[in-house]
């Protein structure tokens, strides 16, 4: 234990300003005593610490306590951390639309923003719908890309965790994308990207339908549904970052796929085709027969699909999200059918943040790349370049 | 950082101690100088801790090397941990067997031993028939029970953190049992009750076929698969203690059970009937139609089941164990159709330990408990009480 910090002095700086910093956020305005205090840190090595991270920006004094003012002599100075100094983002790419949600370096939402985009627009059509939505959110919200510490995006399919897709059925042109590649020319910060199940399960857990929760799916329930799971509150992206891509599995038993399972024309629907979805689902309340068949076709798949992942992987929760429209009906059938066949199963709930979830994780995904960097001695200059 | 160890003198010590037998372990038979480089520790504490370390038993003085005596002065006093100071049992639990294996706190194997038991036994039966292989073991062996340090088990079934078996339908009378508290009576050690699919995985990666790979999935293959995992080399158990359990996964389909797919006269198989299984798999391999059939039905399922595992859990590996009998039969359509269906499929493998990788990962459990005790500073008098 002695070797830890003994021989590297800058290390060591390092590791006393994450410390600092942990104690700045924790305690909202500390004073430089009770820094002393919560730290374990000598007075002289507090104050070096908070001269250095004045200066880049990351601490400002925060105004005197009136508590400090009663007491004799002069008032403490105070101190926060300057959450405003940066800002992050978090975008989506969908089949139908590209959003963005902005936040300070606290997670602090200042801004969000969503456009459409047509389901076939080519790769380079749906990059510049990226970029527009992003400009546009950051224009609306009064931030300077200068301000940009970290950028994380949601995609379909499976992603490489170099940033490159390496499948994606639903997007045209998406597959071999260097998706991260290429919007790292419009930051001049690190950008990251990641599966949009596997960024809803982290938005979820973060401020959704699975606070608290550490062992959850999030199943992103569509014609052809993924998942995404975190294990003991940590992201599984499974060794291809292809975890949770259960969508595949009807393929094994030769089974109808679900466009023609949801079908009450026989004739398959089209795999992005929403409202068409929405119909059946609204045919099916009123009572229409064909689209109630078609709806328990769905279902069945989807329950099967869902205790294929509960079976293998055991999560306390599952979180039901994707569709807007109908998902509501999904839930009570699937709880039912889960509480039949599995002898321990796990709560369903449905996604507390809807059409946001993907964009709310991809944000989460780059707040977490910055606290890294902040918190866990990563670096010695800020901002991260 | 300044806290850690700034305010518990005997947490210093343990942490020291824990650091002295680190380097011990790693270096075999160092001297007293070595270890002072090795560890970054003052010559007076390895002094002191290597002094303690021999009075509990954990490190003995070694022969001095030669090459020491060559140079001028006394030859330096070597040392070495002391792993036949104590001893670790792992303990299989099955249908027919059961199975204990022995080794000193290095890990290394000093004896083996199996015992048929009446796939119908009792509890109790089955219980006194652990404790007179154990017996006959130790005997063997020519260990004295007082030097077992811990003791792992492995159970069909769902067990829950507490050792208690929440659900098994393959062993009589063993829901509900607390087999943990029960073979407690019988050691004065720990006693860590365990999935038989999670030790194998545990096993298989620790000696066989998966050393290397963090990432795999073990496939305890019978007529109701369970299955084991390790992602990031750490053991999945799941929330409730049931991940892998995906043999319920036919019931939601109402499709025919295992027992009905692979039965060539149409009345089912009986669970737990190996030999007749056993049969299907020669007939087959003969020409048989029927038990062709019968072998086809059986794989479309098991490779559905495992389908199911790697789409959920994106393994890098797949280890097929269990059954002894026409396992190898099973192993090339497994991989033919995980390919042909899955975008990344894993590498499927043959179980490497055989018979023994439930036991083996059960020593390999108790080893782990003891380790931690040694290595991660959590008690302070040896040996474990």
């Given at each position: 234990?002695?070797?830890?910090?003994g021989?590297d002095?800058?290390?060591?700086?390092?590791?006393?300003?994450?410390?600092?910093?942990?104690?700045?956020?924790?305690a909202?305005?500390?004073?430089?005593t009770?820094l002393?205090?919560?730290t374990g840190?000598s007075?002289?090595t507090?104050?070096?610490?908070?001269?250095?991270?004045t200066e880049?920006g990351?601490v400002?004094?925060?105004?005197a306590d009136?508590q400090?003012?009663r007491k004799?002599?002069?008032?403490?100075r105070?101190?926060?951390?300057?959450?405003e100094?940066g800002?992050?983002l978090?975008?989506?790419?969908?089949?139908?639309?590209?959003?963005?949600?902005?936040?300070d370096?606290?997670g602090r939402?200042?801004g969000?923003?969503?456009?459409?985009v047509?389901?076939?627009?080519?790769a380079d059509d749906?990059l510049e719908?990226?970029?527009?939505?992003?400009a546009?959110?950051?224009r609306r919200?009064?931030?300077?890309?200068?301000t940009?510490?970290a950028v994380g995006?949601?995609s379909?399919?499976i992603?490489?965790?170099d940033?490159v897709?390496?499948l994606?059925?639903?997007l045209?042109?998406w597959t071999?994308l260097?998706l991260?590649e290429r919007?790292?020319r419009?930051?001049?910060?690190p950008v990251?990207?990641?599966?949009?199940?596997n960024?809803?399960?982290v938005?979820?857990h973060?401020?959704?339908?699975?606070t608290g929760?550490?062992?959850?799916v999030?199943?992103?329930a569509?014609?052809s549904?993924g998942?995404?799971a975190?294990?003991g509150?940590r992201?599984?992206r499974g060794f291809m970052?292809?975890?949770?891509?259960i969508g595949a599995?009807?393929?094994?038993?030769?089974e109808?796929t679900?466009e023609?399972?949801l079908?009450?024309t026989g004739?398959?629907?089209?795999?992005?085709d929403?409202?068409?979805?929405?119909r059946v689902f609204?045919?099916a309340?009123e009572?229409?027969?064909?689209?109630r068949?078609?709806?328990?076709?769905f279902?069945?798949?989807?329950v099967?699909?869902v205790?294929a992942?509960v079976?293998a992987?055991?999560?306390?929760?599952?979180?039901?999200?994707g569709w807007?429209?109908?998902l509501?009906?999904?839930?009570?059938?699937?709880?039912e059918?889960?509480?039949r066949?599995?002898l321990?199963?796990?709560?369903?709930?449905l996604?507390?943040l809807?059409?946001?979830?993907?964009?709310?994780?991809?944000?989460?995904?780059?707040l977490d790349?910055?606290?890294?960097?902040?918190f866990?001695?990563a670096?010695?200059s800020f901002?991260l370049r």
């Amino acid at each position: 234990m002695g070797r830890l910090t003994g021989g590297d002095p800058s290390l060591l700086r390092r590791i006393n300003s994450a410390v600092v910093l942990h104690a700045l956020r924790d305690a909202q305005t500390p004073s430089l005593t009770e820094l002393v205090q919560s730290t374990g840190l000598s007075r002289p090595t507090v104050e070096g610490v908070i001269e250095g991270l004045t200066e880049s920006g990351l601490v400002v004094e925060a105004p005197a306590d009136p508590q400090d003012a009663r007491k004799q002599g002069r008032p403490a100075r105070r101190f926060r951390f300057h959450a405003e100094a940066g800002h992050v983002l978090g975008v989506e790419v969908g089949a139908h639309e590209v959003r963005a949600v902005l936040s300070d370096l606290s997670g602090r939402m200042v801004g969000s923003h969503a456009h459409e985009v047509a389901e076939k627009a080519s790769a380079d059509d749906r990059l510049e719908r990226i970029r527009g939505t992003v400009a546009e959110l950051l224009r609306r919200a009064g931030v300077a890309r200068s301000t940009l510490w970290a950028v994380g995006v949601g995609s379909p399919g499976i992603i490489q965790a170099d940033g490159v897709v390496r499948l994606s059925t639903a997007l045209p042109g998406w597959t071999g994308l260097a998706l991260g590649e290429r919007l790292r020319r419009s930051f001049r910060c690190p950008v990251l990207v990641e599966n949009d199940a596997n960024l809803a399960a982290v938005a979820e857990h973060w401020k959704g339908a699975a606070t608290g929760t550490d062992d959850v799916v999030f199943v992103l329930a569509g014609l052809s549904p993924g998942a995404g799971a975190l294990i003991g509150g940590r992201l599984h992206r499974g060794f291809m970052g292809a975890a949770g891509e259960i969508g595949a599995l009807h393929l094994l038993g030769r089974e109808a796929t679900p466009e023609h399972l949801l079908s009450t024309t026989g004739e398959p629907l089209h795999p992005l085709d929403e409202p068409a979805v929405a119909r059946v689902f609204a045919l099916a309340k009123e009572g229409d027969a064909q689209a109630r068949e078609a709806l328990d076709r769905f279902l069945r798949r989807l329950v099967h699909d869902v205790a294929a992942l509960v079976l293998a992987i055991d999560p306390e929760l599952v979180v039901v999200g994707g569709w807007a429209a109908g998902l509501d009906g999904v839930l009570e059938p699937l709880r039912e059918q889960l509480a039949r066949h599995i002898l321990l199963p796990p709560k369903v709930t449905l996604s507390a943040l809807g059409q946001e979830a993907v964009a709310t994780g991809a944000l989460r995904l780059a707040l977490d790349h910055v606290e890294e960097q902040l918190f866990a001695v990563a670096r010695t200059s800020f901002p991260l370049r």
